[in-house]
């Protein structure tokens, strides 16, 4: 098992960044890959960004994200961050840290199905 706690979240004003951070325990020897998911009202989630946590970290952004979000983590401290800037409002969702265990990271668009571990969510609000 493995459990994922979101933190950072907060309200900033367009063009703005906040910084997110996921605290990780249990099992982490065993997650291959971890990322970002956020969801909005009335929306499905939606994948943010991936790394790979082994193997040279290679990262996944939606494209709505690249060039502003930055995925990294800090294997040794367990942790994984998403640096946001020149935020939106279309930004404005609830972020949930994810994991998997054993599994490498697609490359491609990530679908919630594929991870198991979920945070309980950290929510950024952005004000035009």
């Known amino acids: 098992q493995v459990r994922l706690v979101e933190s950072g979240g907060g309200s900033v004003q367009a063009g703005g960044s906040l910084r997110l951070s996921c605290a990780a325990s249990?099992?982490?020897?065993?997650?291959?890959?971890m990322g970002w998911f956020r969801q909005s009202p009335g929306k499905e989630r939606e994948g943010v960004a991936t790394?790979?946590?082994?193997?040279?970290?290679?990262?996944y952004y939606d494209d709505s994200v690249k060039g502003r979000f930055t995925i990294s983590q800090e294997r040794a401290k367990n942790a994984l961050y998403l640096q946001m800037n020149s935020l939106k409002p279309d930004d404005t969702a609830m972020y949930y840290c994810?994991?998997?265990?054993?599994?490498?990271?697609?490359?491609?668009?990530?679908?919630?199905?594929?991870?198991?571990?979920w945070g309980q969510g950290t929510q950024v609000t952005v004000s035009s």
């Open positions: 994810v994991a998997k265990s054993y599994r490498y990271c697609s490359g491609r668009r990530p679908e919630p199905a594929d991870f198991a571990y």
């Open positions: 249990g099992a982490t020897y065993s997650t291959y890959c």
């Open positions: 790394i790979a946590t082994i193997g040279g970290g290679g990262t």
